[in-house]
């Protein structure tokens, strides 16, 4: 079993930055993907990043592309996203995503953290 905790959401001005960390713990292993999902009020969880193992591949949805970064520490275990240009409609609850050889818009991992509230003002 794998834990994931999230931290870094807080409450920022439009076109603020913030930066989300995930610490992995447990039964880590190598190999795996990690990721970023966000879920707005009455709305779907959706993808907003993924990185792969080595950190050579990553994918962003098009709402963040050019704005925010996704990065992994493979030997601390932890999973940030660089959070720039901050939108009201980035307000959503972050999640952090690990598991299995992929992550996209519909493919999961199987762990996942409690998730860390990030609110954009206007």
């Known amino acids: 079993q794998v834990q994931l905790v999230e931290s870094g959401g807080g409450l920022v001005q439009a076109g603020g930055s913030l930066r989300l960390s995930c610490a992995a713990s447990?039964?880590?292993?190598?190999?795996?993907?990690m990721g970023w999902f966000r879920q707005a009020p009455g709305k779907e969880r959706e993808l907003v990043a993924a990185?792969?193992?080595?950190?050579?591949?990553?994918y962003y949805a098009d709402f963040v592309k050019g704005r925010f970064t996704i990065s992994r520490d493979n030997v601390g275990n932890m999973l940030y996203l660089q959070m720039n240009s901050l939108k009201p409609e980035d307000t959503a609850v972050y999640y952090c995503?690990?598991?299995?050889?992929?992550?996209?818009?519909?493919?999961?991992?199987?762990?996942w953290g409690q998730g860390t509230q990030v609110t954009v003002s206007s």
């Open positions: 990185i792969d193992w080595t950190g050579g591949s990553t």
């Open positions: 447990g039964r880590t292993y190598s190999g795996y993907f």
């Open positions: 995503n690990a598991g299995g050889r992929r992550i996209t818009p519909s493919i999961q991992g199987r762990y």
